[in-house]
């Protein structure tokens, strides 16, 4: 290898490490940087490259399912993408479109059953829609949105003069700066917080939730809150769900609000629980096959959905 | 507010590392005067920021600078070439060539980036289209994928190592990280 590789490779190796680096670290590199002028070098190319990927904002992104209307003009604001298309490139079920109906009119957006979807607000708001899910957008009033049903993650551009709002199940969920993610089905509603923090308005009931804290909404607006990983919020976007430990009937919900699959419970099963990984990026009825399995239950159809019943022999 | 105690907590740790802080833009920047610059524009983003709580202050301010150094480099290495390509086909340099140019050059080099890491293996590319582009922490990577913190790390190294077009770029061994002195 020659001298400017080995040293390109310590540069990267720096770079990586110093993401998350403590102040013992950032010694050490600038020790690295002050011992040879090629480091400084090396490492400018490593972090500036990096930095392209941060205001890629401007560059197309290639969306995986079918385009929508595209504004035309190519220069936007600096880094309102994120990383955009990136959850479509890597799970290759979600599409990104950067979303510019043509009037002043509420629209919809929805995300077919096999695959979800990103949509980019002009604020640089994002969401990204589970498969299945459908929200109403209004260009009117571009820090509101509303879901019709399913779930979807919002990152939202926080505005403390002019929250963004999310609509969902009768109820009014506002962002103080956050990532979120909000499913509904019907009355029912779960909203879980990964950063900052939501305030959850019901008309009753009136809560701030903090990262990690879920709360699901029933019917008749009974009210329960929980506590998670902060960092599984949202998780369902790279294409699975994780359970570990969780009542089934608590996971037979969560299908229901996510993904609008049905299933009913054997009174037999009320209190079984379920550790396993579900592909949410797949139909319906693969689904619920996948978590008779993992379950050792039987999925048998019935109309409107399915039952799930202890298996007969084991 | 409770707020400020926070804030002191950044000013204090800017003035604490303040030496360690001018000899990183000195390193990164090649010139004194221009890291003197950048740490007073440091200085001045941290007194008129928005405490909200840091988990590693030290580290915080350490990066704020480390990208400033980044975002200096970059607009000079533009304006540079603006400048040089123009000289060489005018002869002068009293005119402005449109910033769209550097936004090509940047564009062809996203794309090289794109196409580099298209041809990862599926699980490296994954792993940093999540850590680059969708801004997960390597922790939380982990937690999905179920390996290890410095198993991400190693993904990652290889990926950054196929950007740069490096030899063995899909090789698995450890890299230098254990060789640099710290």
Known sequence: MSNGDRILRQAIDWHIRLADGDTDLWHGFVAWLEADT???????????????????????????????????????????????GMAAVLTGAIGLAYFRPAADAPYFVEAPAG?????MLADGTRIMIHAGGRLRLDRAHPRLAAIEKGEALFQVRHDPANPFRVEAAGRVIEDLGTIFDVAARGPELRVAVAEGSVSFNSGQNHILLKP???????????????????????????????????????VVRQLRLSNGIRIALSPELGSRRFSGVLRNDRGGDEIVRSLAQLSETRALRVAGGWMLERSAAR | MEGSAEFSGLRAYFLRERPTLLRLLKARLGNPDEAEDVLQELWLRLST???????????????????????????????????????????????????????????????????????????????????????????TIAELIGISVSAIEKHLQVAYRAIHALEGADDDEPGTAGEQER
């Open chain 1, 115 to 119: 695959g979800g979807r990103q949509v």
């Open chain 2, 49 to 139: 920021m928005n405490s909200a709580p840091i988990a590693q202050p030290g580290g915080y301010i350490f990066r704020m600078a480390n990208n400033m150094a980044t975002d200096r480099h970059r607009s000079l290495s533009a304006s540079m070439r603006r400048e040089s390509e123009w000289i060489e086909t005018y002869g002068q340099s009293d005119e402005i060539v449109p910033p769209v140019e550097a936004g090509m050059l940047a564009s062809e080099r996203l794309r090289q980036i794109d196409a580099a890491v298209a041809a990862l293996p599926e699980r490296t590319a994954r792993i940093f289209r999540l850590y680059r582009y969708e801004d997960v922490p390597r922790r």
């Open chain 1, 38 to 84: 090629a480091h400084a070098k090396a490492y400018d190319r490593v972090a500036s490259d990096d930095a392209l990927l941060d205001d890629r904002g401007a560059q197309p992104v290639r969306p995986t399912i079918v385009p929508v209307p595209r504004r035309a003009d190519a220069r936007r604001k600096k880094a309102v993408f994120w990383g955009a």
């Open chain 1, 212 to 250: 990690g804290m879920v709360i699901n909404a029933s019917a008749d607006d009974q009210i329960e809150i929980r506590h998670v990983d902060p960092g599984t919020v949202g998780a369902w976007r790279l294409g699975h769900v994780d359970f570990d430990d969780v009542a089934l009937r608590d």
